[in-house]
């Protein structure tokens, strides 16, 4: 299952888009809200109801956890403990993750980026403690870790997460229903 993580104040179009590439592809995906509540507003004051609240999932093995950028998003995720618990967890069974924007500062601060060739906002850099960063790259991908820059490289995010789960092909095949 692939998680999309929605903290109050997250970048809208970094969740939206990467779940409509990965659906349109077939994957499962699903919403899950920090907090106690199932609905949850962007930086931007949209608001998206969740599948289900952060505190309410198992991490498996082969699960992938998405962070979208967006200050607000990334502040409540990083001060919600029981969150920050779960992405721990998830990382010592092997699962997955992926964070674009400001998303991977809470990556950094599990201590998950160190040595990893990343991509992030720009100016974001210091954020990133350990990390090999280039905020001038769109799509970063070391090993199964998956970062995007910003909100405008969000498709291309979104296929490389596709590409990355069920091949290029099918990441293709996406971009060219998109005319991308």
């Known amino acids: 299952m692939v998680y999309i993580l929605l903290g109050e104040g997250y970048e809208e179009i970094e969740a939206v888009t990467p779940c409509d590439i990965l659906r349109r592809g077939g994957v499962a995906v699903s919403f899950a809200a920090v907090g106690n509540q199932k609905c949850v507003a962007g930086s931007h004051k949209i608001t998206i109801c969740c599948e289900l609240l952060t505190r ?4 498996q093995p082969k699960d992938i956890f998405v962070i979208p ?7 409540s995720i990083q001060s919600d403990t029981e969150t920050m618990n779960l992405l721990r967890a998830a990382a010592e069974i092997g699962a997955e993750f992926a964070a674009i924007c400001a998303g991977p500062s809470v990556l950094a601060q599990l201590g998950l980026l160190e040595g990893k060739h990343i991509t992030c ?3 974001c850099e210091e954020l990133m403690d350990g990390a090999l960063c280039d ?3 769109l799509v970063a991908s070391d090993g199964s870790l998956i970062t995007g820059r910003a909100p405008g490289s969000a498709i291309d ?7 990355h789960i069920i091949g290029e ?4 095949k996406i971009r060219t229903e998109l005319v991308y």
């Open 135 to 137: 905020s001038t790259k």
């Open 56 to 59: 309410d999932i198992t991490p």
């Open 169 to 172: 092909d099918a990441a293709n």
């Open 157 to 163: 995010f979104g296929l490389a997460l596709l590409a």
């Open 121 to 123: 906002y720009p100016g």
């Open 69 to 75: 950028g967006g200050m607000g998003g990334v502040n």
